[in-house]
T-cell receptor
């Protein structure tokens, strides 16, 4: 149980285009979803937290107009990198958590490797 | 402020040997503690978690961790390492539950035959 699916796993696109990444909880309702960014050989950096039906909360230094997050349902959150540039190239990982029970951990997707040319 | 320290960047062990990965945390209240494992190019898989109760926590794949409040530590152990355990291991502390996770910088485990 507690499977999180992230799609696509790898995307390459030209500078200036927008890229959408999907994060789905397959077998539970994710009241809260999280988006992380991971640079090579580094730890995860939390970008934003989103609760279903409300606006995402962004961490300091993360441009909310650059990284659009939508959490429209209890099983789906999307991250759109708008007008992507080479410096946005990174590994993006989502996680999801059910808050029905207080001791539920975050469950992670397999990540999306984004390469901007 | 909360923080997590994993003092070992890279550890190499022989297959069949025992393993201990260190994790120290800083947090003002009772922490929620986690160990995750990440294989190359993939997301994170939860190995085990500590919320309360018994300080020795059993996880998947034969891993266990012990919460020691006096030492602010949550070290991960395995009695006999398998080649498939080679991966990156992250310790995390949850501030106020499992919503706000702070990750350590990770420990890369190499297993030699």
């Amino acid at each position: 149980g507690a499977v999180v699916s992230q799609h696509p796993s790898w995307v390459i696109c030209k500078s200036g285009t927008s890229v959408k990444i999907e994060c789905r909880s397959l077998d539970f309702q994710a009241t809260t979803m999280f988006w992380y960014r991971q640079f090579p050989k580094q730890s995860l950096m939390l970008m934003a937290t989103s609760n279903e039906g409300s606006k995402a909360t962004y961490e300091q230094g993360v441009e909310k107009d650059k990284f659009l997050i939508n959490h429209a349902s209890l099983t789906l959150s999307t991250l759109t990198v708008t007008s992507a540039h080479p410096e946005d190239s990174s590994f993006y990982i989502c996680s999801a958590r059910s808050q029905v029970y207080s001791n539920q951990p975050q469950h992670f997707g397999d990540g999306t490797r984004l390469s901007i040319l | 402020a909360q923080s997590v320290t994993q003092p070992d960047i890279h550890i190499t062990v022989s297959e069949g040997a025992s393993l201990e990965l260190r994790c120290n945390y800083s947090y003002g209240a009772t922490p929620y503690l986690f160990w995750y494992v990440q294989s190359p190019g993939q997301g994170l898989q939860l190995l085990l978690k500590y919320f309360s109760g018994d300080t020795l926590v059993q996880g998947i794949k034969g891993f266990e961790a012990e919460f020691k409040r006096s030492q602010s530590s949550f070290n991960l152990r395995k009695p006999s390492v398998h080649w498939s355990d080679a991966a990156e291991y992250f310790c995390a502390v949850g501030a106020g539950g499992a919503n706000n996770l702070f990750f350590g910088t990770g420990t890369r485990l190499t297993v030699i035959p």
